[in-house]
């Protein structure tokens, strides 16, 4: 029986040390690659995208936001392609995005051309909104005209209000980060 015992504990410290030699020579598992990642995640993990730079700017947030709201409500059908991309070149995130998108949009609208479409309004308050966040609610009074059709004739000036955002891109510098239109 001894010699029975001595058998098995032999065997086993075998195998425990056959074992623990076998897993130290395996290699590592390997990592992932992004595909593999993609496949599981149904995402591809890319590198962060570099901080958005922007032209110009203000020294707080309101004014950022006011000026910006006097460009965007100001324009011709020959310039408000170019006054987009321009507000586009000075904001970053969504605001740019929504400025890059009128730019594209308008930069083709040959009715807006045709019947010589302008707008022209003033801002009558940028007023922060409850929560913080550099939110701010912006009330502009606006007119569209017509030179080349009576569609807008006798339009009466209207009230809008905008939900704005702003952003510190450096010390003192502050530009529109956010642009929803509400009405």
């Given at each position: 029986m001894r010699f029975a015992l001595a058998a098995v504990a032999a065997g086993l410290a075998l195998s425990g040390c056959a074992a623990l030699g076998a897993g130290s020579s395996q290699s590592p598992t390997p990592k992932p690659n992004k595909v593999a990642i993609a496949n599981r995640t149904h995402e591809y993990p890319a590198a962060p995208a570099p901080p958005e730079q922007a032209l110009g700017g203000?020294?707080?947030?309101?004014?950022?936001?006011?000026?910006?709201?006097?460009?965007?409500?100001?324009?011709?059908?020959?310039?408000?392609?170019r006054d987009m991309r321009g507000l586009a070149a000075e904001s970053v995130g969504q605001a740019r995005s929504a400025a890059e998108l009128a730019a594209s949009e308008t930069a083709s609208d040959y009715e807006l051309r045709r019947g010589g479409i302008a707008n022209r309004g003033t801002v009558e308050a940028v007023a922060p909104l409850p929560g913080g966040g550099n939110r701010y609610a912006v009330v502009t009074l606006e007119r569209t005209t017509a030179t080349n059709t009576s569609e807008y004739a006798g339009l009466a000036p209207a009230w809008h209000v905008t939900v704005a955002s702003a952003r510190q891109v450096s010390p003192g510098r502050?530009?529109?980060?956010g642009w929803q239109p509400e009405n």
């Open positions: 203000a020294p707080g947030a309101a004014q950022a936001i006011r000026g910006f709201a006097v460009a965007y409500i100001n324009w011709d059908a020959t310039s408000v392609a502050w530009v529109v980060s």
